[in-house]
């Protein structure tokens, strides 16, 4: 017993150490954003990144697949011009509003493989700043970065994607089921890190958290 309790802050060290060295090491390293293109964003609160996108472009109309019909006040959203996609752990999403809804049952249900889904959100022009990075795509990037979201959530016939209703945090989101289960080597951040190396971006080869999205970014 005594050895299983010793071994946890090992394992702990252990995950931390991968995290920063596979965190510095680049995926996609010889990727140059182009001359024009599609801009897209990385943003994050600190703890968890989204992707923001044009709601509508010659590639992509998320407007079908995440109608702003769904949220609260789609006669205040549906005519923004930006849409905000980020993956994570469904208990995290649908059950955490603050950070005093954590509790320890609540991070353990969340990291032990737990159901997924997509936070959607209707948004103003995205300002840059320390936690939202502007990346510009060429329209075949953006493309790759499109169907890797699409491949995210099941869509119905009319390309719909299942709506987890009854859920929002505000007036201009809504959450929608999604593919994949949540836990320590596929975090949120990981599944913005596969959504950005898909399209050829340099990112890194790992990152469950937030930081080496932006430092790879950096190069």
């Known amino acids: 017993m005594l050895r299983a309790l010793l071994a946890i ?18 995926s996609n390293r010889d990727w140059r954003p182009p001359s024009s293109g599609i801009p897209i964003y990385l943003d994050s609160n600190g703890v968890h990144t989204s992707l ?3 709601v509508r472009s010659d590639a992509m109309d998320w407007s079908i697949a995440f109608p702003p019909q769904q949220v609260r006040r789609p006669e205040r959203f549906s005519q923004v011009p930006y849409i905000s996609i980020g993956w994570g752990s469904k208990v995290f999403f649908l059950s955490i509003q603050n950070w005093a809804d954590l509790s320890p049952g609540k991070a353990l249900a969340a ?27 060429s329209p075949e990037q953006y493309r790759r970065l499109a169907d890797f979201i699409r491949r995210s959530t ?7 994607a299942r709506q987890e209703k009854g859920y929002h945090y505000g ?15 596929i975090t949120c951040n990981q599944w913005t890190r596969d959504a950005l190396a898909s399209a050829g971006v340099r ?17």
């Open 154 to 160: 099941p869509v119905d016939a009319n390309g719909q």
């Open 111 to 137: 990291l032990a493989f737990d159901q997924s889904v997509l936070h959607v959100e209707y948004l103003p022009q995205p300002r840059e700043g320390q936690d939202t990075r502007r990346i510009l795509l």
């Open 52 to 54: 923001i996108l044009p």
């Open 9 to 26: 802050p090992a394992l702990i060290a252990c995950y931390l150490l991968a995290a920063l060295a596979l965190g510095l090491l680049p």
């Open 171 to 185: 007036d201009n989101d809504a959450f929608y089921a999604a593919h994949g289960r949540y836990n320590p080597i």
């Open 203 to 219: 990112t890194a080869l790992w990152s469950p958290f937030v930081q080496p999205l932006f430092w790879q970014l950096e190069k």
